[in-house]
């Protein structure tokens, strides 16, 4: 089944839901997003040349040679 088709029939299965089973699901659904998120940062801290690459840009952070995302925008 394609992911769209998954998308409508779940639509139409919560809409048939209570309030308390919606609120179950929807703990559901987050757990299943959050173990699927954990899942892609295992495998790239798994990978030994991105846990390099990981290093070396904290240790270029860490002596000033680049700057935080967050003060980019305050030099424009």
Known sequence: MRKAELQRRADMLIEQLSTEKLKIA???LAYLQDKEAWEATH??????????SSEHAEADVNSGKLKHWSDVGRDL
Do not use: I, Q, R, T
Not at 43 to 52: G, I, T, V, Y
């Open 26 to 28: 929807n703990d559901y």
């Open 43 to 52: 495998e790239l801290a798994s990978d030994p040349e991105f846990a390099k």
